[in-house]
């Protein structure tokens, strides 16, 4: 029988790496911290919508998680699974780009409305995609190694983005006016993500194995029910998720904040971008090895503090200079996430359905993001933006304190198995 051996698995690293430099370089054109607010707000939209974008973003994904992950545990081709679904995201990011490239916006009124639904669309093909991603790069990497993959990974996702945040700025300060620019720019990141896709293509997959027989959606309750009630180090992860979702507001807010506060260009955006992905691909090389050797808590702990930190630096912003810490720290925030949030996934499922983790924990995270979304939308619209970075301040200082203090790191986490079907697990 064929086994999938460290070859194999630097095979795939090396496809992974250029598979993750076009999705970099593409998303550069549609960042939900500050392309996404900014073009939303250009376009006529509220401050409240224009601010949501990056806690609406992760409830679009959460969405239809827990479904896909319930009608995907029978999946016998990942691979071919994996392409399928990422057609989905391909066809809402061409008719996002035609809209905004080559149709009459004037006709389109109100023209916010009509990307908004183009965004929606995009959160919920994004959640449809997620759950199968991640079974299918936990089918073709070795778990010693799987740091130094996503670490590796998300840094030339982050080189993409460095060359795509720089072609965004040429983009946005061209004669090409709005929002015809912004609609090329969605062209290119439909034609990135094509060319991202068709690689998953040449990955070599772990052969199969008969651990699991199948699997009704009884099963698939029975199970999320024993995860949920049983699995106490999860539940205090979970909790620090909690107070951690205050950070998906502030990415969409800090742009719109700082725009009100300094009256930038737009095009600005471009050297947002720039120094975002640089503090990311940075943050997550060196993250990801860091996972390896001391486990994924410490990543995720520097996530955190880095978030933190952003809010900082939002509230004693002096100056432009001020505003690109802030986008730094954001960066660096997102590239300590990545490899340790998928990396945490892995080592707290084990050998049960990775799926079905990753469900529950966007699934549990979604109404508190809406909460979160809700009280600070309220509170933007009174123009107190003191007080709601105040709020997410303290939301993430304790957000800290939870994970320091309560959460061990699941690989020497002492933790008995879980019992699931009457298997030990």
């Keep these: 029988m064929y086994e999938f051996t460290l070859k194999d698995h630097h ?107 183009y965004f929606l669309l995009y959160g919920l093909s994004i959640g449809i995609v997620v759950p199968i991603w991640a079974e299918f790069l936990n089918k073709t990497t070795l778990i010693s190694e799987r ?9 030339f996702n982050s080189i993409g983005s460095f060359i795509g945040g720089i072609a965004l700025r040429v983009l946005l300060n061209s004669d090409i006016p709005f929002p015809k620019n912004f609609g090329i720019g969605f062209i290119v990141l439909f034609v990135s993500i094509t060319l991202g896709t068709l690689v998953f293509w040449f990955y070599r997959v ?88 001391w486990g994924h808590k410490s990543g995720m702990m520097i996530a955190y503090v880095t978030h933190f930190s952003a809010v900082i630096l939002a509230i004693n912003a002096q100056n432009m200079y001020w505003v690109y810490g802030i986008f730094m720290a954001i960066g660096a925030g997102q590239g300590a996430f990545m490899p340790s949030a998928m990396n945490l996934v892995y080592d707290f499922a084990e050998e049960r359905d990775t799926k079905t983790y990753m469900a529950i924990i966007d699934s549990f995270m979604a109404p508190f993001v809406v ?8 509170l933007v619209q009174q123009n107190n933006y003191s007080l709601v970075l105040n709020i997410l ?32 697990s």
């Design 11 to 117: 095979h795939n690293l090396r496809y992974n790496l250029v598979h993750e430099f076009f999705w970099g370089f593409g998303i550069a054109f549609h960042t939900i911290y500050a392309v996404v607010p900014l073009f939303l707000r250009t376009l006529g939209a509220p401050e409240s919508i224009a601010m949501s974008s990056a806690g609406l973003f992760n409830i679009l994904i959460a969405l239809p998680m827990l479904a896909i992950a319930a009608l995907g545990r029978n999946i016998h081709n990942i691979k071919r699974a994996v392409i399928l679904v990422h057609c989905l995201i391909l066809v809402v990011l061409f008719l996002m780009g035609f809209t905004f490239t080559w149709v009459n916006i004037s006709n389109l009124q109100p023209a916010w409305i009509i990307y908004f639904v």
């Design 147 to 155: 740091g130094r993959f996503f670490g590796l990974g998300f840094a």
């Design 206 to 293: 772990k052969p199969a194995t008969n651990i699991y027989r199948h699997r009704t959606i009884k099963d698939f309750i029975i199970e999320t029910k024993q995860i949920v009630t049983g699995h106490r180090n999860f539940q205090k992860y979970l909790l620090s998720r909690i107070f951690f979702c205050a950070s998906l507001p502030g990415m969409g807010l800090y742009a719109v904040y700082c725009q009100n506060k300094f009256n930038f260009d737009i095009s600005e955006v471009g050297i947002f971008t720039v120094l975002n992905v640089i503090a990311s691909g940075t943050t997550s090389y060196l993250v990801g090895k860091l996972g390896d050797r």
């Design 371 to 378: 909460l979160f979304l809700a009280g600070i939308g309220f």
């Design 393 to 424: 301040g303290g939301c993430l200082l304790f957000s800290i304190i939870l994970l320091h203090f309560l959460v061990q790191d699941p690989r020497h986490s002492k933790e008995p198995a879980i019992y699931v079907d009457g298997f030990s």
